[in-house]
């Protein structure tokens, strides 16, 4: 296994992965399938409170410990 630098935040490595793997998903014509499947879901009631559901948590901000971070 080779070692790998810690690149810390704003990793241009992990940046270069996702451009490349989110560049190759726009060229398989696998976007309109996907984009039909996600507005299927929204039609769906159930689905579509779910979904908004999942959405509402994830714009809520983190719960507080009270406690100072450890560094």
Do not use: I, W
């Not at 996600?38 to 779910?50: G, I, N, P, T």
């Amino acid at each position: 296994m080779a070692t790998q630098k810690n690149e810390g935040e704003g990793s241009r490595t992990a940046a270069k992965q996702y451009n490349d793997a989110t560049t190759r998903f726009a060229k398989s014509g696998k976007v309109a399938p996907a984009a039909a499947a996600a507005k299927k879901s929204l039609s769906s009631k159930s689905e579509a409170a779910d979904l908004a559901r999942a959405e509402a948590a994830g714009r809520r901000p983190a719960k507080s410990t009270g406690k100072p971070a450890k560094r």
